[in-house]
């Protein structure tokens, strides 16, 4: 019985690693779709918990709108590690260097843990100046008891990103996702219990978020140390210390990371200007509203995810045909879903937004977050060029390029455009929202340009290598 089991695992890590090593177009279609049903579950609950804790009132809901961007900074580092993982063991996987990808994952694991706890102590430390110099404002007491909790469980959090990564670079992406379902469904349903029931308010949410987490972490641990059914291996032969393997993680990894931290400073940077032009009443509604964006935003940035896995393999192989069409096909397929889910959102704004806005304390935000969406679903259509264009250089091990394009786009364009709209034309909040649409547009359009660019640079650099070599007379 247990030799027929561990033929079926063999067959199935087979098909995996021939899947993720041919035709891109099929690999990413496969790849994606367990990755937006997880990603889908995992906004849910996320969306849960705003949901939840509007029904508390504005303040609390924009407490959670200043406490989401340093959150953000943290998952980031997570994912960011992730990307790293994913990235290096898809190579070694498309160059056929199985210890390669063994010792890459033990590095990662163990990276992670080591991250994990320092910024734990970092965050609650200075937790309280971060927030005062954020301006939480009449939110800080709320944000305080939020913040607290769950960033005393971040090591969940970094390590189920970490070890979603590992899974991922070997096409593994069913496990997951039912990870991610068990995080979902387990944090919808305590939300209710922890906040209301048991009268925990915010608080409640951030433990509920704690726990689910926690119990997401536990399924990986068990897939990859204790049942150890994966491509790749935590054995202690597997593992050779080299500080090159944690530079390669890292060089995707921190740059990731560095552009999930651009985005959150450029959320902060948002509601500065939310509450200087509109109040905090602007920064719930923005809060509100961007939940529903990054739901619209999760199949272009599940499209990307499977796309660093099919990339990497391509690079790690010298395939760079297979490289291209991997950009191009995923740009495409981004496109369309977000055109869908763009129609979808306008038709349906003022239903969305009260959602948000079902209590007494909220009611008056409805309107506002329904005219928030309707612009936002211009923004929708050009995102997968950018996050196709930073998922490739990642799969290149190019975090750097990745995180250049980042700051580019957030910095030179969407802060701009929102400054200038809010304060010197005087469009207050709406400027903000027109800021992230006209600024975001040009970024994603100058990453997809630039991505495309150096892929055709390493295809012409490659055919004139292999002419070469063919033209030389055998001896």
């Not at 971040?154 to 670079?169: H, P, T, Y």
């Not at 651009?262 to 109040?279: D, E, R, T, W, Y």
């Not at 010197?424 to 994603?444: A, K, P, S």
Request: proline fraction near 2%; include cysteine.
């Amino acid at each position: 019985m247990n030799s027929n089991n561990n033929q079926n695992s063999k067959g199935d890590l087979d098909k995996r690693i021939s899947m993720i090593t041919g035709d891109p177009k099929r690999a990413i279609r496969a790849l994606s779709v367990p990755m937006i049903m997880s990603m889908l579950l995992l906004m849910a609950y996320n969306l849960a918990d705003s949901i939840w804790v509007a029904g508390l009132g504005p303040n609390a809901l924009a407490a959670l709108g200043f406490v989401t961007p340093v959150f953000m900074i943290m998952i980031g580092l997570g994912n960011g590690l992730g990307a790293g993982a994913t990235s290096l063991i898809a190579r070694c996987i498309g160059a056929k260097n199985k210890q390669g990808a063994d010792n890459a994952a033990i590095h990662a694991v163990i990276l992670t843990l080591a991250v994990s706890v320092v910024l734990t102590i970092f965050t609650l430390i200075f937790l309280h100046n971060i927030l005062l110099l954020m301006g939480a404002g009449e939110s800080f007491d709320l944000a305080v008891q939020y913040s607290q909790i769950v960033f005393g469980g971040l090591i969940f959090l970094i390590f189920s990103s970490v070890a979603s990564g590992i899974l991922r670079a070997e096409g593994d992406v069913k496990r997951a996702m039912y990870a991610m379902a068990a995080t979902a469904v387990l944090n919808i349903i305590l939300d209710p219990v922890f906040i209301y029931y048991l009268g925990w308010g915010v608080a409640g949410a951030a433990w509920a978020t704690v726990i689910s987490s926690a119990i997401s972490a536990s399924l990986m641990v068990y897939w990859l140390i204790v049942k150890r059914n994966t491509y790749v291996s935590f054995s202690k032969g597997d593992f050779r210390p080299n500080l090159n393997v944690i530079k390669d993680i890292l060089a995707v990894g921190l740059p990731a990371s560095g552009e999930s931290f651009v985005m959150s400073v450029l959320g902060i940077v948002l509601n500065f200007m939310l509450v200087i032009s509109a109040g905090t009443a602007a920064v719930a509604i923005y809060t509100a509203g961007w939940r529903v964006v990054m739901i619209a935003m999760i199949p272009a940035i599940g499209i990307g995810t499977a796309a660093i896995t099919v990339a990497g393999a391509a690079y790690g192989a010298k395939k760079y045909d297979n490289l291209s069409i991997a950009l191009n096909y995923s740009a495409k397929l981004g496109i369309l879903i977000a055109v869908v889910s763009g129609i979808l959102t306008y038709v349906f704004a003022s239903n969305i937004a009260t959602i948000f806005a079902y209590s007494a304390q909220s009611a008056f935000m409805a309107p506002s977050i329904a005219e928030f969406l309707k612009v936002m679903c211009l923004f929708y259509i050009v995102v997968p060029l950018g996050i196709m264009a930073s998922c490739v250089f990642q799969a290149m091990g190019k975090g750097v390029t990745s995180l250049i394009l980042t700051v580019i786009r957030e910095v030179a364009f969407i802060s701009v455009f929102a400054y200038v709209f809010t304060f010197i034309l005087g469009i207050r909040e709406q400027g903000v929202w027109w800021g992230i649409v006209v600024g975001g547009t040009i970024g994603c359009a100058v990453a997809y340009l630039w991505a495309t660019k150096y892929i055709n640079s390493l295809n012409r650099s490659y055919i004139k290598e292999s002419s070469e070599y063919e033209a030389i007379p055998a001896k």
